[in-house]
């Protein structure tokens, strides 16, 4: 069927929602940071969760979701995203920060590596190729909204497999990163 031009309400979060509704809890997730928590592991509290728009995964289509990662640490490494490369690979992703302040990781399979700022009014520009992940290195919820080609598709194994280059601490005076 041909689709309406529609509005969603981004405040009706949680009350009538169309879309799909992602939520990842601390045991979901904890093989991605370099250690583990056991007070997390007794609580597993949710990490992030994602509401994506009621879109069909097909090419010609955009699909766009608002991500909320909670603020915290594991043992000093910031919550974060899995992270992902898009299964089709030559497409590219943008990100509106709309609260807190985070940062997006991102890199190549050939071994690029970038780390940029989002928050609000800040646009972050992902393109073709590079595997991003999300880290909030703020005290408040990182809440930012994000559109890609619907077809795009996650891949989430190579990240698994790999890792990120770099992981993002909270230092003494600001945040640190850490090579794997
Ligand atoms: O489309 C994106 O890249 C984001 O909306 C992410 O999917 C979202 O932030 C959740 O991250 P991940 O899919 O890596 O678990
Ligand atoms: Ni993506």
Not at 110 to 129: H, S
């Amino acid at each position: 069927k041909d689709m309406k031009p529609f509005v969603v309400n981004f405040s009706d979060i949680g009350i009538d929602f169309k879309g799909n509704h992602i939520v990842r809890k601390y045991n979901d997730i904890k093989h991605i940071f370099k250690t583990t928590d056991p007070t997390l592991e007794r609580e597993n509290p949710v990490i992030y969760e994602v509401f994506e728009g009621p879109i069909q995964e097909k090419e010609g289509e955009l699909m766009f979701l608002i991500t909320i990662l909670y603020p915290g640490t594991v043992n000093g490494e910031f919550f974060m995203t899995k992270g992902h490369y898009h299964t089709v690979e030559n497409t590219a992703e943008v990100y509106l920060g709309l609260r807190g302040k985070g940062l997006i990781l991102c890199q190549t399979k050939k071994g690029e590596f970038e780390a940029v700022e989002i928050g609000p009014n800040k646009v972050v520009y992902i393109p073709p190729f590079w595997a991003h992940r999300t880290v909030n290195i703020s005290d408040e919820p990182l809440i930012f909204f994000a559109v890609y080609p619907a077809h795009a598709g996650h891949d989430y194994e190579t990240v698994e497999k790999e890792g990120f280059k770099k992981r993002i601490f909270r230092g003494d005076n600001g945040i640190l990163f850490v090579e794997q």
